[in-house]
């Protein structure tokens, strides 16, 4: 076993004796598959609640400005149609500012205590939000909102890495998607139903949606400081053979070694100097903006589709639409991480969701223009959501890494500010202009992935025949494992 193998993904002090033993390491190595499930599953149950409960929330206290709406918010504070969309969008600017320098300290400040600290400072902005008393108030509070909660969806998104392999990794982060979907799906009846609260205390019914949404999130955060792992080697519900066996396993990827495992400004300027993480950054930009136009807009949409509709109704009608996303994304997820294809079932899935926007767009019955709803969601979480899994997994370098998400997250996120505007009301009841511009940025996305999925799998056939063996030639084991991705042993996930 090479010198690399023997290395800590993390704080060697915190690693159990044990798992410096050849030993011991090589009775990891002869561990039942049965044995590695079981582990799996316990990180599952520890881990995947709390992270799937933090977004959850996140989402939830992020999109509620559209049920807001419906609820008083526009002529409480005396807002144009303008200055609404100026509201919804001007988190993202924040929002966006924020995601690379979270990524790059949360390691150092540990991803329990930072993750404590930013959802305990967006609940209290979010509940704050319900006592504003003007546009400027509210401006505000979307701006602070951004800047604390921007850090999160990036931060798990590498956080889960710390846990995961690469073969598991698309499900996990499916799991959040699964949250967005469930706040999508009932973050409008939850917003109904407090709705109803409108005139206690002498609150409009859009104050206690923000003040009762924003409460848990406050509490949650508190929870986090003690209840979420910071790695492997420290979760307080692994015993010490489980600990040691979760690092080996990590240890046991391609390129992943102890100077890896650590962050290196060397390894963020070669992020951003690599093409392919630009690329990947912009193919994102043009998928969400499907899901942030979709989840803060479907309301808006099939109430267009059937004006008749009660507010009650409507939120009803979208339930079938998020839960069809998040079930399509499960199974996808679990396909594409058992096969390590992640740009098929994107391109597919995208191309789902191009149909139902076509649907969207033609001259069709309000039964068509539903249907194209349902087809719409089928791709959405899918093409946005396996990326976020692609790209990661082919860095394990852990600086470039976090720069890559953070910085994949930060340009996609973009797509925030453009798709508030994507849906005026006066382009009622058809938003052509809005669906069409979705469509065509969900095509461009699909454009770069196809490319990066030829040009990925041409480097590693290039690889498996020993074309790039020149660049390792006089190369220790470990001067190999520290190239990372560069490294002709490295074969990426297409």
Not at 154 to 175: D, H, V
Not at 178 to 203: C, N, P, Q, R, T
Not at 310 to 328: D, E, K
Not at 351 to 362: D, E, H, P, R
Request: charged share 20%; glycine share 8%; aromatic share 12%.
């Amino acid at each position: 076993m090479s010198d690399v193998e023997k290395q800590h993904d993390g704080r060697d002090s915190q690693v159990p004796q044990s798992t410096k033993s050849d030993d011991f390491e090589r009775q990891l190595e002869e561990v039942d598959p049965l044995y590695e499930s079981k582990l799996v599953r316990k990180l599952d149950l520890f881990i995947i609640p709390v992270v799937m409960l933090l977004y959850l929330l996140s989402f939830l206290d992020r999109v509620n400005i559209g049920n807001a709406r419906l609820y008083g918010l526009e002529e409480d504070l005396g807002l144009s149609s303008e200055q609404f969309q100026t509201a919804v969008s001007i988190l993202f600017v924040t929002y966006i500012l924020s995601e690379i320098p979270s990524n790059l300290v949360l390691k150092k400040l540990r991803p329990s205590r930072w993750i404590a600290f930013i959802t305990v400072s967006w609940g209290i902005v979010a509940t704050l939000t319900g006592i504003v008393q003007s546009y400027g108030g509210l401006i505000a509070c979307r701006l602070l909102l951004g800047a604390v909660e921007g850090g999160l969806f990036p931060g798990m998104a590498i956080y889960l890495t710390f846990f995961y392999t690469k073969r598991e990794l698309a499900l996990r982060i499916g799991y959040l998607f699964v949250s967005a979907a469930l706040a999508g799906a009932f973050g409008g009846l939850l917003a109904y139903a407090i709705g109803h609260m409108d005139g206690i205390a002498g609150l409009r019914g859009w104050r206690w949606i923000m003040i009762l949404e924003g409460i848990p999130t406050f509490v949650l955060g508190i929870a986090t400081w003690w209840i979420l792992p910071d790695e492997p080697a420290t979760a307080y519900f692994l015993n010490d053979q489980e600990k040691a066996f979760a690092v080996a396993r990590l240890r046991r990827q391609t390129g992943y070694t102890k100077k890896a495992a650590e962050f290196h400004w060397n390894d963020v300027i070669k992020c951003f100097k690599d093409w392919k993480v630009w690329l990947f950054c912009f193919a994102q930009f043009g998928t969400d903006t499907m899901l942030y136009g979709f989840s803060t807009f479907l309301p808006t949409i099939i109430r267009a589709i059937m004006p008749k509709a009660s507010s009650a109704t409507v939120q009803v009608l979208t339930i079938p639409c998020y839960a069809l996303g998040a079930i399509t994304y499960l199974v996808i997820a679990y396909f594409s991480d058992k096969q390590q294809q992640r740009a098929l079932y994107t391109i597919l899935l995208g191309v789902v969701s191009i149909i139902g926007y076509a649907m969207l767009i033609s001259p069709s019955s309000s039964a068509t223009h539903y249907a194209g709803c349902f087809l719409v969601a089928m791709g959405l979480y899918v093409s946005v959501g396996l990326p976020l899994a692609w790209l990661p997994t082919n860095l394990p370098r852990y600086g470039k890494r976090t720069s890559a998400t953070g910085l994949q997250l930060s340009i996609a996120n973009c797509a925030g500010i453009m798709s508030s505007f994507l849906y005026p009301a006066k382009e009622g009841p058809r938003f052509v202009r809005g669906h069409a511009v979705t469509l065509a940025m969900i095509a461009f996305g699909l454009v770069c992935y196809a490319f990066l999925w030829a040009y990925l799998g041409m480097l590693n056939s290039r690889r498996e025949k020993g074309e790039e063996d020149h660049l390792i030639e006089g190369k220790s084991d470990e001067e190999i494992a520290e190239m990372g991705d560069d490294s002709p042993r490295f074969k990426y996930s297409t």
